[in-house]
């Protein structure tokens, strides 16, 4: 079988290929950073998308802003706050709809893990071009905003 692939399409699913490994690669870091703390890189991702908020979240936001589904955000939660790493309060905007924030032992271990991702960030990052890093950082956000935005448009035409 022959390929359709132009060279730039070859070069994105090479990309596409090696941020598949990359994935693989930080869930299980960030699984192992975290491990200390007795949370998982998931439960972790969740207290960050609550701190990076900045206010409460429900469900559903913090899916969307994690890249994660909703139900799987459901569990997660529900585990959180049976820890006491977070808390559902009333959402005055949506009656069924409760709201997640941090608990003090919440923001202390997101904390905990903010100080342990800066040193493992900075000790993979030394020696890599800073410029090289933040191009591939546009690209990707680039990628994201073509792929969010041309849903369906090629349902394989």
Same mark, same amino acid.
């Given at each position: 079988?022959?390929?359709?692939?132009?060279?730039? #399409? +070859?070069?994105? &699913?090479?990309?596409?290929? !090696?941020?598949?490994?990359?994935? #693989?690669?930080?869930?299980?870091? #960030?699984? +192992?950073?975290?491990? =200390?703390?007795? @949370?998982?890189?998931?439960?972790?991702?969740?207290?960050? %998308?609550? *701190?990076?908020? *900045?206010?409460?979240?429900? &469900?559903?936001?913090?899916? $969307? $802003?994690?890249?994660?589904? $909703?139900?799987?955000?459901?569990?997660?939660? =529900?585990?959180?706050?049976?820890?006491?790493? @977070? *808390?559902?309060? !009333?959402?005055?905007?949506?009656?069924? %709809?409760?709201?997640?924030?941090?608990?003090?032992?919440? %923001? !202390?271990?997101?904390?905990?893990?903010?100080?342990? /991702?800066?040193?493992?960030?900075?000790?993979?990052?030394?020696?890599?071009?800073?410029?090289?890093?933040? +191009?591939?950082?546009? &690209?990707?956000? !680039?990628?994201? &905003? $073509?792929?969010?935005? %041309? *849903?369906?448009?090629?349902? =394989? /035409?």
């Amino acid at each position: 079988m022959t390929s359709k692939l132009t060279p730039d #399409g +070859r070069a994105l &699913v090479d990309l596409t290929l !090696e941020i598949y490994r990359l994935s #693989g690669a930080l869930v299980a870091e #960030g699984d +192992r950073l975290s491990a =200390h703390l007795g @949370l998982s890189g998931a439960r972790w991702k969740v207290l960050g %998308a609550l *701190e990076m908020a *900045e206010r409460p979240q429900t &469900v559903s936001q913090i899916a $969307r $802003r994690m890249g994660l589904t $909703r139900q799987s955000v459901q569990r997660l939660v =529900h585990d959180l706050c049976a820890e006491g790493y @977070l *808390e559902l309060i !009333e959402n005055p905007d949506h009656r069924t %709809a409760r709201l997640a924030r941090l608990t003090t032992k919440g %923001a !202390e271990a997101f904390r905990m893990l903010d100080e342990v /991702e800066a040193e493992w960030a900075n000790g993979l990052a030394d020696g890599l071009d800073r410029l090289a890093l933040s +191009r591939a950082a546009q &690209v990707l956000g !680039e990628l994201k &905003v $073509r792929i969010d935005t %041309a *849903e369906g448009i090629a349902d =394989h /035409e």
